[in-house]
Protein backbone atom coordinates (compact mmCIF):
# COMPACT_ATOMS: atom_id res chain seq x y z
CA UNK A 1 0.00 0.00 0.00
CA UNK A 2 1.39 3.00 -0.76
CA UNK A 3 0.25 5.89 1.38
CA UNK A 4 0.82 9.79 1.47
CA UNK A 5 0.46 11.61 4.44
CA UNK A 6 -0.57 14.72 5.08
CA UNK A 7 0.06 17.01 8.37
CA UNK A 8 -1.63 19.64 9.62
CA UNK A 9 1.10 21.69 11.83
CA UNK A 10 -1.14 23.80 15.13
CA UNK A 11 0.76 25.60 17.58
CA UNK A 12 -2.43 25.31 19.80
CA UNK A 13 -5.42 23.94 19.62
CA UNK A 14 -8.59 23.12 22.44
CA UNK A 15 -8.42 19.51 21.00
CA UNK A 16 -7.25 17.64 18.21
CA UNK A 17 -10.26 15.53 17.77
CA UNK A 18 -12.48 18.49 17.39
CA UNK A 19 -10.52 20.29 14.88
CA UNK A 20 -10.33 17.39 13.07
CA UNK A 21 -13.81 16.53 13.46
CA UNK A 22 -14.74 20.12 12.03
CA UNK A 23 -12.40 19.88 9.27
CA UNK A 24 -14.19 16.74 8.38
CA UNK A 25 -17.63 18.20 7.83
CA UNK A 26 -16.15 21.28 5.56
CA UNK A 27 -13.77 19.46 3.96
CA UNK A 28 -12.93 16.64 1.96
CA UNK A 29 -9.32 15.46 3.35
CA UNK A 30 -6.77 12.44 2.32
CA UNK A 31 -6.72 9.17 4.19
CA UNK A 32 -4.63 9.46 7.06
CA UNK A 33 -4.31 13.14 7.32
CA UNK A 34 -2.79 14.34 10.19
CA UNK A 35 -3.65 17.10 12.60
CA UNK A 36 -0.40 17.95 15.24
CA UNK A 37 -0.21 20.36 17.99
CA UNK A 38 1.92 21.16 20.90
CA UNK A 39 -0.59 22.56 22.98
CA UNK A 40 -4.42 21.46 23.75
CA UNK A 41 -6.32 23.60 26.27
CA UNK A 42 -8.99 21.22 25.71
CA UNK A 43 -8.19 17.40 24.83
CA UNK A 44 -10.18 14.64 25.23
CA UNK A 45 -9.65 10.81 24.72
CA UNK A 46 -12.09 8.32 24.40
CA UNK A 47 -16.07 8.17 25.49
CA UNK A 48 -15.11 11.85 26.26
CA UNK A 49 -12.61 11.25 28.70
CA UNK A 50 -10.42 14.66 29.29
CA UNK A 51 -7.04 14.47 28.35
CA UNK A 52 -4.21 16.71 29.95
CA UNK A 53 -1.30 17.03 28.81
CA UNK A 54 2.03 19.61 29.12
CA UNK A 55 3.10 22.13 26.50
CA UNK A 56 5.55 20.38 23.89
CA UNK A 57 5.37 17.14 25.98
CA UNK A 58 3.31 14.74 24.30
CA UNK A 59 2.38 13.35 21.58
CA UNK A 60 -0.58 15.36 20.70
CA UNK A 61 -2.15 14.43 17.51
CA UNK A 62 -5.29 13.25 15.81
CA UNK A 63 -5.17 11.21 12.44
CA UNK A 64 -7.92 10.77 9.84
CA UNK A 65 -8.52 7.33 8.11
CA UNK A 66 -11.55 5.81 6.10
CA UNK A 67 -10.33 2.31 6.43
CA UNK A 68 -12.31 0.49 3.73
CA UNK A 69 -9.55 -2.25 3.39
CA UNK A 70 -10.68 -3.32 7.00
CA UNK A 71 -14.01 -4.64 8.68
CA UNK A 72 -15.55 -1.95 10.90
CA UNK A 73 -15.38 -4.76 13.36
CA UNK A 74 -11.66 -5.39 13.34
CA UNK A 75 -10.81 -1.26 13.23
CA UNK A 76 -9.56 -1.29 16.65
CA UNK A 77 -6.66 -3.51 15.54
CA UNK A 78 -5.64 -0.85 12.90
CA UNK A 79 -5.53 1.71 15.82
CA UNK A 80 -3.35 -0.47 17.75
CA UNK A 81 -1.12 -1.45 14.69
CA UNK A 82 -0.33 2.10 14.20
CA UNK A 83 -0.21 2.59 18.31
CA UNK A 84 2.08 0.14 18.14
CA UNK A 85 4.57 1.54 15.10
CA UNK A 86 4.48 4.45 17.15
CA UNK A 87 5.75 2.90 20.44
CA UNK A 88 8.78 1.10 18.57
CA UNK A 89 9.64 4.30 16.23
CA UNK A 90 10.33 6.23 19.85
CA UNK A 91 12.36 3.22 21.19
CA UNK A 92 14.46 3.39 18.39
CA UNK A 93 15.05 7.13 19.06
CA UNK A 94 15.90 6.82 22.56
CA UNK A 95 18.57 4.46 21.41
CA UNK A 96 20.27 6.56 18.54
Known amino acids: M?????????KEVTSTNDF???LLLKNSLPNFYTI???????GRGQRENTWYSENA??????II???TFIK???????SKSISLG???????KKEN
Open 36 to 42: LTEKQTK
Open 57 to 62: KNLLFS
Open 86 to 92: IINYLNS
Open 2 to 10: NTKFSILRI
Open 72 to 78: PTEQFYL
Open 65 to 67: TKP
Open 20 to 22: AKD
